[in-house]
């Protein structure tokens, strides 16, 4: 069975035989070049004070008894290769509602001992100047403590959240103040999930 063989054209240029010393996983780790495995001398078996004269005859020697396609395969990696491999990849295209959603559902999950609650803004459809049951926001999880039933329950209202509404921040934070002080909500309150 042939190897896989991976290693940094830098390295190589360089006559660099240190791999990696600071990778998490031990394979990645240690000193040697892709066809030698630990000896820190090149595989031609020049030592690397030799002259590049040296070095050259010896590469064209250790070339000529090559045989093209048998033995181990070495793939070498160049910096701006990996650059590209790592930056050029397509983005992932989610909307922020769905985000928000995985990461408030995962907050309430993994947050023990925090008594959560929900508000929402609400549509804001009306257009007239007097408080309508659209303006503002609303609480549609009061703060309880979370017991599974109501973690679980909480989850899945976020999980119906949509993003239809307005963001009346001001009307929505009265709406809070009123709920906190124990005060009456004000107009009435339809729950738009």
């Known amino acids: 069975m042939r190897a896989s063989v991976f290693d940094c054209a830098a390295d190589l240029d360089a006559a660099d ?19 030698n495995g630990d000896a820190d001398e090149p595989f031609d078996g020049v030592s690397l004070g030799a002259s590049q004269a040296e070095r050259d005859a010896a590469a064209a020697v250790s070339y000529d008894e090559t045989d093209f396609g048998r ?15 790592r930056d050029f990849q397509e983005p992932i295209q989610r909307q922020r509602i769905a985000i928000a959603r995985d990461t408030i559902t995962s907050l309430i999950n993994t947050t023990p001992g925090v008594d ?66 124990g005060g009456a909500v004000l107009g009435v309150s339809l729950m738009h999930i």
């Open 17 to 35: 035989p240190t791999n990696a010393p600071a990778a998490s996983n031990s394979d990645f780790r240690g000193t040697g070049f892709p066809q």
């Open 116 to 181: 959560f609650g929900l508000m929402v803004f609400n549509y804001n459809y009306n257009s007239g100047s007097s408080i309508g049951s659209d303006d503002g926001g609303r609480i549609v999880s009061g703060v309880r403590q979370m017991t599974d039933p109501n973690r679980t329950a909480l989850a899945d209202t976020v999980s119906r959240l949509n993003a239809e509404t307005w963001t009346p921040l001001c009307e929505s934070l009265f709406e809070a103040y009123r709920y906190y002080s």
């Open 71 to 85: 033995g181990d395969a070495a793939t070498i990696f160049t910096e701006n290769y990996l650059t590209y491999l």
